[in-house]
C-alpha cells in the first residue's frame, strides 16, 4: 500500500443532522419549503429591481448583488442536502466536495465584503447626500461589485487548495451538512496549525475587516441621525439603513460566532445549526427584510401587481 492510498480519498460521507429515517423525511419537506422560498425570494427581487425604474439606485445595485450571492449560496449547500436526506449513500465525491468548499467559503466572502460595501453607501446617503449621486456614480459602484465578487473568490481559492493538499488518511466520514471548512480540515492526519492560522488570518481579512468598516460607518451615520433636529427627519434617515442593519446582525453574528471564538470551541452540533442558519434561513429571510422595512421596495411591489391585475382584467375581457 502506498501513500497515495494513505492520503487520497475518492469520496466523503456526509454525517449531516441526523440518521432517523423519520427525521429525515421532516427535514426533507422543511428545507425543500425553505430552499423554494429563498429561490423565489431573492430571484423576485432581482427581477422587482430590473422592471422598476425608480429601484435603479447604488443601494439596490447593490441589493442585486446581494440577492444574487444569497441565492447560489443556498444552491451551493441546499440541494446537496435534500438529496442526502433520502439517499441511503450519502457519499460525495472528492472533486464534488471541494468543489463546493470553494463556491460556499467564495460567496459567504463576497457576501461581507458586499455588506460592508452597502454599509459605505447607506454612509454617504445619511452623511453626505447632497453629493451622493456624484461619490456613487456607476463606475464606482461597479468597481466595488467586482472587488467584493473577486476578494471572496480569491480567498476561497486560496482556502481550498490548501486545505484539500491536506493529508486524510482515509479519513472520509464528515460530522458535518455540507464540506465545510473546518470539517474537512479535521480530517487531517497531521498537524494542521498552518491552516488554522490560514482561517484565522482569512477570517480578520474577510469578516473582521469588514465588520469594523460596517461598525465605522453606522457610528457616523448614528451620530449624523442625532444632530437632525426633527424626529421625522431622524425615521426617514434611520429608515434607510434599517433593512441593511438588519442583515448585517444577523450574516456577521453567525458568522463571528462560528470562525472567530475562544476556546473552548463549541460543539459540532452548535456548529451544524450556525451553518443551517446561515446556509438557510439568512438567504430567505434577506429578501423579506428588505421587503417589508422598505418602502420604496414596498411601492415597487405595489406597482407591480396593480399593473399585473390590469393586464390580467384586459385579457379577460
Not at 429561490?39 to 423576485?44: F, Y
Request: proline letters at 3%; hydrophobic letters at 50%; a neutral charge.
Amino acid at each position: 500500500m502506498g501513500a497515495d492510498n494513505q492520503t487520497w480519498v475518492r469520496e466523503f460521507i456526509l454525517l449531516g443532522l441526523s440518521s432517523d429515517w423519520d427525521t429525515q423525511v421532516a427535514l426533507f419537506i422543511l428545507f425543500s419549503v425553505t430552499y423554494l422560498l429563498t429561490v423565489l425570494g431573492n430571484v423576485l427581487i432581482v427581477l422587482l429591481i430590473r422592471l422598476d425604474s425608480r429601484l435603479h439606485t447604488p443601494m439596490y445595485f447593490f441589493l442585486t448583488n446581494l440577492s444574487l450571492v444569497d441565492v447560489s449560496y443556498a444552491t451551493s449547500i441546499v440541494p446537496q442536502m435534500l438529496v442526502h436526506f433520502l439517499a441511503e449513500h450519502k457519499g460525495i465525491p472528492y472533486v464534488s466536495c471541494a468543489a463546493q468548499l470553494f463556491f460556499s467559503l467564495g460567496l459567504g466572502g463576497i457576501e461581507f465584503v458586499l455588506l460592508a460595501v452597502m454599509a459605505y453607501d447607506r454612509y454617504v446617503a445619511v452623511c453626505d447626500p447632497l453629493r451622493y449621486s456624484v461619490i456613487m456614480h456607476g463606475g464606482l459602484c461597479a468597481r466595488l461589485a467586482v472587488t467584493s465578487w473577486v476578494s471572496g473568490s480569491v480567498n476561497s481559492l486560496v482556502q481550498t487548495s490548501i486545505t484539500f493538499q491536506l493529508p486524510m488518511c482515509m479519513n472520509k466520514y464528515i460530522d458535518h451538512i455540507s464540506c465545510e471548512l473546518l470539517a474537512v480540515v479535521r480530517l487531517a492526519c497531521v498537524d494542521t496549525s498552518s491552516n488554522e492560522v490560514a482561517i484565522m488570518v482569512s477570517s480578520i481579512v474577510l469578516l473582521m475587516t469588514p465588520f469594523c468598516l460596517v461598525l465605522l460607518s453606522y457610528i457616523r451615520i448614528i451620530s449624523t441621525i442625532l444632530k437632525i433636529q426633527s424626529t421625522e427627519g431622524r425615521k426617514k434617515a434611520f429608515r434607510t439603513c434599517a433593512s441593511h442593519l438588519t442583515v448585517v446582525v444577523l450574516s456577521y453574528g453567525m458568522a463571528i460566532f462560528t470562525y472567530i471564538q475562544p476556546n473552548p470551541s463549541p460543539s459540532v452540533l452548535q456548529e451544524k445549526l450556525m451553518s443551517l442558519f446561515y446556509a438557510i434561513l439568512t438567504p430567505m429571510l434577506n429578501p423579506m427584510i428588505y421587503s417589508l422595512r422598505n418602502k420604496e421596495v414596498m411601492g415597487a411591489w405595489q406597482k407591480l401587481l396593480g399593473q399585473l391585475s390590469g393586464l390580467t382584467s384586459k385579457l379577460a375581457a
